[in-house]
């Protein structure tokens, strides 16, 4: 019950980071925008260069708005018992891919791309946390 309390909390939040990324993309709302505490804020032209790169669409659409989807049905299988437990194998595949991914992505903006992304780096810990929260199995 407690990972599954903790896991829903993870997934709000990364399904937060993910939707402010995702309207920006497709120019909701601006890079800057006020509810986004300053220092995760990135500058227009780092923020426009980081959701322009290739890296930013790794499977051919863009890692934000897949991550809405599977952070959206780790909310949803946090809050349902019965899909916890259906899901679990697909969720736990899911969720080594966003942390295999997530290793790779962090190691583009650091060295490759040069942009210190707060919200990026925050986006992949709480993927190596939910990683964590399935290594003793469905409970």
Known sequence: MIHRIILGALASLGLLISTYFSSVYHRVAPSAKYFIPAFCRLDSSDCTTLLQTRESRLF???????????YAGLLISAIIPALWKQLFLLLFLGSLVTVATGFYLS?????????????????????????LLFLPGPS
Do not use: E, K, Q, T
């Not at 051919?60 to 599977?70: C, K, R, S, T």
């Open 107 to 131: 190691y583009v903006l650091v060295f490759r791309l040069r942009i210190n992304c707060l919200l990026c780096f925050a986006s992949h810990a709480i993927n190596i946390l939910i990683f």
């Open 60 to 70: 051919g659409v863009p890692n934000f708005d897949l991550a809405i989807l599977y």
